[in-house]
């Protein structure tokens, strides 16, 4: 593979409230040749926390969903290459200077996906649907955008080719069943939007069917069994995300029909 000059790299962040998390991230993002953080006015010491690093940008803007949220952040990227991460996201030493090594080839890919091991409470979880689990982090602004009919969860669209990475992120989404708990219940009503556009109207199967399948699918199909007490939990709040979405989903529906 040819090399070519060493590219220039902007590492982009968005947070909420994510002052056990901001410091390591930033950390993390060191290397990179511009941080911008774009906080959505987070009412705990994030801004501060980001604010006191020197080499980050951040700029406060309202939250009103995801694929938003990153979209302006991407916008305001100087540099052709990309790298998005989550505040609760880790990267190694290895997975560092990949991303640098992989942007320095003349012949790369438009974007990258990255495999992430995902942590319960300090351990990784093995099993429960996340053994496969994966994301585009590493991309070019001017090849990439995320979907604005995905809210949660959100898709970005790339055109050109897309390879993966070797290394993986280390995703410390779960610290404990409160947290956790109240992210799976926000991701829930956020979700309310996209049924919206979809026009769908909920029902028995909706209720009960589609949640039941969640669990079922991620406990017995994705092996969350092998995971012991983590499986349940993990599996019981994945599925609890899709209930509140269609209870939501019914309520907004029938203030509109009032």
């Not at 590492?11 to 990179?32: G, P, R, S």
């Not at 020197?54 to 969903?65: H, L």
């Not at 974007?111 to 053994?131: E, I």
């Not at 970005?156 to 080719?161: A, H, P, S």
Request: net charge positive.
């Amino acid at each position: 593979m040819i090399l070519s000059e060493k590219q220039p790299l902007t590492a982009l962040v968005i947070t909420y409230n994510e002052e056990q998390n901001i410091k390591t991230v930033l950390d993390h993002l060191a290397f990179a040749d511009e941080i911008i953080v774009v906080d959505s006015y987070s009412s705990d010491k994030t801004f501060e926390i980001a604010t006191s690093f020197q080499n980050v940008k951040v700029v406060q803007r309202k939250f009103d969903n995801f694929a938003s949220q990153r979209n302006f952040a991407i916008n305001l990227a100087t540099n052709s290459w990309i790298l998005f991460m989550d505040a609760d996201e880790r990267l190694t030493a290895k997975l560092q200077d990949e991303i640098v090594y992989i942007i320095s080839l003349k012949n790369s890919a438009t974007a990258y996906f990255m495999y992430r091991t995902f942590m319960f409470k300090g351990r990784k979880l093995h099993f429960s649907g996340w053994q496969t689990d994966k994301i585009i982090r590493l991309f070019k602004k001017e090849n990439a955008f995320y979907n604005h009919e995905k809210i949660v969860h959100e898709k970005l669209i790339v055109k050109g080719e897309i390879g993966k990475l070797r290394n993986k992120l280390t995703h410390y989404s779960y610290s404990n069943y409160e947290d956790y708990k109240k992210k799976m219940i926000l991701y829930g009503q956020l979700k309310v939007q996209e049924e919206l556009q979809k026009k769908t109207n909920p029902n028995f199967f909706h209720f009960y069917i589609r949640p039941a399948y969640q669990f079922l699918n991620q406990y017995i199909v994705r092996l969350g069994i092998l995971d012991g007490k983590k499986g349940i939990i993990i599996c019981y709040l994945n599925a609890l995300s899709v209930a509140v979405r269609f209870r939501e989903l019914k309520k907004v529906k029938t203030l509109k029909q009032q």
